[in-house]
Antibody, heavy 122, light 111 residues
Framework: QVQLQESGPGLVKPSETLSLTCTIS????????WSWIRQAPGKGLEWIGY???????RYDPSLKSRVSMSVDTARNQFSLKLSSVTAADTAAYYC????????????????WGQGTMVTVSS | QSALTQPASVSGSPGQSITISCTGT?????????VSWYQRHPGMAPKLIIY???ERPSGVSNRFSGSKSGNAASLTISGLQAEDEADYYC???????????FGGGTKLTVL
């Protein structure tokens, strides 16, 4: 059974860079798209971006200027960096895998981490 | 404000059926048959229960069903059980610019 686990600092200062890592166990990263999704307190879920096992990326336009993602297939990990954070970036951050059904990539996420809360505060 | 609109809460008694709505626009739900639904219990990871409007992943109970009409999608849970009490989120593909958008979530209470 594939499992995802987020890790990283729970507190980040304003204007600094938020860094999180997602470690995948029980499966390979190959042939899957891996996303970061967040949920601010009292708000809905927000897709941040994805990275393919090859390293190709796609980011939400509203965050694109501040986001970067990387992948380390040897360690079965992918990472998120979000720069110049403000209080508006305070949220629970989830890593998730995009579903592949009958060899077709689906616009849905079938595996999620438990999420990690990141607070932006001085 | 979330991109897709869901009711904040719904409730039902055991054995009953409930429906949760998810309203979008012609840029997302109305154009693409790529609506998904997720169930999340407190402190747990979200669980995919419906994708591509009506498809259920392996292992998901057939008490969960999805549908779509125009710009609105719906999740129906039949034969309500206590374990169904959770938060439910819808999502939709929103085209090449926005990719995937979500609803604000609906809290289901089993009375």
């Amino acid at each position: 059974q594939v499992q995802l686990q987020e890790s990283g600092p729970g507190l980040v200062k304003p204007s600094e860079t938020l860094s999180l890592t997602c470690t995948i166990s029980g499966g390979s990263m190959r042939n899957h798209y891996w996303s970061w999704i967040r949920q601010a307190p009292g708000k809905g879920l927000e897709w941040i971006g994805y990275i393919y096992h090859s390293g190709s990326t796609r980011y939400d336009p509203s965050l694109k200027s501040r986001v970067s993602m990387s992948v380390d297939t040897a360690r079965n990990q992918f990472s998120l960096k979000l720069s110049s954070v403000t209080a508006a970036d305070t949220a629970a951050y989830y890593c998730a895998r995009q579903l592949v059904a009958a060899d077709v990539v689906v616009f849905a996420f079938d595996m999620w981490g438990q999420g990690t809360m990141v607070t932006v505060s001085s | 404000q979330s991109a897709l609109t869901q009711p904040a809460s719904v409730s039902g008694s055991p054995g009953q059926s409930i429906t949760i709505s998810c309203t979008g626009t012609t840029s997302d739900v109305g154009t693409y048959d790529y609506v998904s639904w997720y169930q999340r219990h407190p402190g747990m990871a979200p669980k995919l229960i419906i994708y591509d409007v009506t498809e259920r992943p392996s292992g998901v109970s057939n008490r969960f069903s999805g549908s779509k009409s125009g710009n609105a999608a719906s999740l129906t849970i039949s034969g309500l059980q206590a374990e169904d009490e959770a938060d439910y989120y819808c999502s939709s593909y929103a085209g090449s610019t926005s990719f995937v958008i979500f609803g604000g979530g609906t809290k289901l209470t089993v009375l």
